[in-house]
Every structure is written in C-alpha cells, then in structure tokens.
T-cell receptor, first 118, second 110 residues
Framework: GAGVSQSPSNKVTEKGKDVELRCDPI?????LYWYRQSLGQGLEFLIY????????KSGLPSDRFSAERTGGSVSTLTIQRTQQEDSAVYLC????????????????FGSGTRLTVV | QKEVEQNSGPLSVPEGAIASLNCTYS??????FFWYRQYSGKSPELIMS????GDKEDGRFTAQLNKASQYVSLLIRDSQPSDSATYLC??????????FGRGTQLTVWP
C-alpha cells in the first residue's frame, strides 16, 4: 500500500482481555518495527522484524506481549491479559533497508492504534 | 532514549524567528541521523535525514551534523505557527533500528 496501515485505530478493552493489533507495512519494506507511546512520553521500542524473523525483541515489556510477522508483510502484536498500564498508542513503522550501516531511509510510521484498558 | 539526548524544552519562539533544536548521541559508529516532527495526537513524520558532517538544507529546515562532537541539530528558519510540534531526533544503528530521543516541544507564537 501507499503507507503503513494499522488497525484498529482505536481499541477499548476490559482489563484481563486479550487484544490483537495489526500492521500492514509499505509494500517492499523488509523491516518492521513496533513502538508504543504513552501520553506525553517518548517512543518506547518493542520489537523489530527483518523479514519474518525478530532479531531484536528486547523491548517487549513482559511475556504477555508477543508479535509475529508472516509472509514478510503483515505483523500482529498480541497483548494477553491486558492491564491498565498497557494503555498507550501503539505505533508500527517500516523501512526499506535494515542492517549494516543502513536504514538510510528512516522509518515511515503508521497512524497508530490507541489502546485503552478499562 | 539514554543514547540520544535532546533538550526537553519546551522551546518557544516568535513567528519569523529561527528555532534551534539540539541533540547529542553516545554511539560513535552511528552513520545516519534523522529528525521527525510529531504533531499532537499524530504519529511522527520524517522531515530530515543527514549522513555526512556539515549542513543539509531543505527549504526552511537545515540539519547540522558534527560526528566528532556527536552532535546533530535542526534549524528552522522563518518559524511559523504550523511548525509547533514535538521534534524527535534519532540515530541509526547497525541492526537498522533507530534510537530516538524523548523529543523537544516547540511552540511558535504569532
């Protein structure tokens, strides 16, 4: 597609429920990244995919968080047993090049999923 | 965030002035640097990238990079109220991941 697409744009869920967030990167972008941003805070790195593998998942805050990417394209971030502290905007980004001294193109971000846990 | 430091601001300048945003980083091997603009309630958008020492100009924006001092800056000339946003500095890495600063909030008042 023309841009990075994320769905849903907003999600309200009850504490303890599981949620799935979806990201569809720009066609041909091999690298995909998940970040989250709490209100008034900076970007918190979660996980990075190169193709279907995740060489860096160091930012996942707990084992309730998992992510996968299939076909080198769409990625799903799953949060199990949601907690109120999971409330944030979850941002997905993709880039054309990753690795080496690359990523010369920077990221393109999606519009995000605003997750509210009540 | 600890690897990329930005003045947290907020920075407030009058319309027409030059806004100067600064960023330092700790990883000497970084080769690529980026400035993103984030309007309130929106996602970050890439506005400048710079890879070589010196200045890079794009319209009213100038990015400056000094690798010896591990310093990158963004100048916005003839600032407009529409430039009011949070500006994020980022450096690249060997794995392709970007490391972001916490951002500097800029307000341009008429």
């Amino acid at each position: 597609g023309a841009g990075v697409s994320q769905s849903p744009s907003n999600k309200v869920t009850e504490k303890g429920k599981d949620v799935e967030l979806r990201c569809d990167p720009i066609s041909g972008h091999t690298a995909l990244y998940w970040y989250r941003q709490s209100l008034g805070q900076g970007l918190e790195f979660l996980i990075y995919f190169q193709g279907n593998s995740a060489p860096d998942k160091s930012g996942l805050p707990s084992d309730r968080f998992s992510a996968e990417r299939t076909g080198g394209s769409v990625s799903t971030l799953t949060i199990q047993r949601t907690q109120q502290e999971d409330s944030a905007v979850y941002l997905c980004a993709s880039s054309l090049v990753a690795g080496g001294q690359a990523n010369n193109y920077g990221y393109t971000f999606g519009s995000g999923t605003r997750l509210t846990v009540v | 965030q600890k690897e990329v430091e930005q003045n947290s601001g907020p920075l407030s300048v009058p319309e027409g002035a030059i806004a100067s945003l600064n960023c330092t980083y700790s990883d000497r091997v970084s080769q690529s640097f980026f400035w993103y603009r984030q309007y309130s309630g929106k996602s970050p958008e890439l506005i400048m990238s710079i890879y070589s020492n010196g200045d890079k100009e794009d319209g009213r924006f100038t990015a400056q990079l000094n690798k010896a001092s591990q310093y990158v800056s963004l100048l916005i000339r003839d600032s407009q109220p529409s430039d009011s946003a949070t500006y994020l500095c980022a450096r690249g890495s060997t794995l392709g991941r970007l490391y972001f600063g916490r951002g500097t909030q800029l307000t341009v008042w008429p």
